[in-house]
């Protein structure tokens, strides 16, 4: 069965550092998302893509927040600079319409 | 309480008995999906059940929908200590757009 995967599967950064997160969603989804779960909370939508352009975002992806789908492809989160509270697991999804599928995450650590 | 929140917060039975979660949610919606997590992994997407509809199944899952009192159940029959993971109740917004809104999740433990 085809899956979303994300690489890395864990990211050690130094705070104010860019970090970018690469997924793979499976091949002939539409829409893609990122999501992020700090430890112990719920899972938070952070951004929709559909298109080639973002079709939704939360207050949580602000400036320092991109995304990218560079080719077929990919798709890449981007932090420009890093901060404490980003420390998080960073998940992509992918769909048709719903359900989406995830994949196993990033789990990003700010040092 | 939040959209998605779901009850109880942890539930530890024996296997081969039947788990039951639950969840409620403030806004209309088109469908609720619930998802399973295993420590430290992504989110599987266990079933998806459409707003007109009202129970569901699939396999030894059932999911019922009550959008009069904004709720839905997730029974788990015959549990297995492979079922133990941490289960999430996630809706749309209603609005048409496709961003999930998840809730705070229920941990099962499953003791063989």
């Known amino acids: 069965e085809p899956e979303v995967t994300q690489t890395p599967s864990h990211q050690v950064t130094q705070m104010g550092q860019e970090v970018i997160l690469r997924c793979v969603p499976i091949?002939?989804?539409?829409?893609f998302y990122w999501y992020r779960q700090i430890l112990g909370q719920k899972v938070e939508f952070l951004v929709s893509?559909?298109?080639?352009?973002?079709?939704?975002k939360s207050e949580i992806f602000d400036d320092q927040f991109s995304v990218e789908r560079p080719d077929g492809s990919n798709f890449t989160l981007k932090i420009r600079s890093t901060k404490l509270e980003d420390s998080a697991m960073y998940f992509c999804?992918?769909?048709?319409?719903?359900?989406?599928?995830f994949g196993d995450g990033t789990r990003l650590s700010i040092l | 309480s939040q959209q998605g929140e779901e009850d109880p917060q942890a539930l530890s039975i024996q296997e081969g008995e039947n788990a039951t979660m639950n969840c409620s949610y403030k806004?209309?919606?088109?469908?609720l999906q619930w998802y399973r997590q295993n420590s430290g992994r992504g989110l599987v997407h266990l079933i998806l059940?459409?707003?007109?509809?009202r129970e569901k199944h699939s396999g030894r899952l059932r999911v019922t929908l009550d959008t009069s009192k904004k709720s839905s159940s997730l029974l788990i029959t015959a549990s297995r200590a492979a079922d133990t993971a941490s289960y999430f109740c996630?809706?749309?917004?209603?609005?048409?757009?496709?961003?999930?809104?998840f809730g705070t999740g229920t941990r099962l433990l499953v003791s063989p």
């Open positions: 999804a992918s769909g048709t319409t719903q359900p989406q599928h």
């Open positions: 091949s002939n989804h539409l829409y």
């Open positions: 893509f559909y298109n080639n352009e973002i079709s939704e």
């Open positions: 806004t209309s919606i088109n469908n």
């Open positions: 059940i459409r707003s007109n509809e």
């Open positions: 996630a809706t749309d917004d209603g609005a048409g757009f496709q961003k999930l809104v």
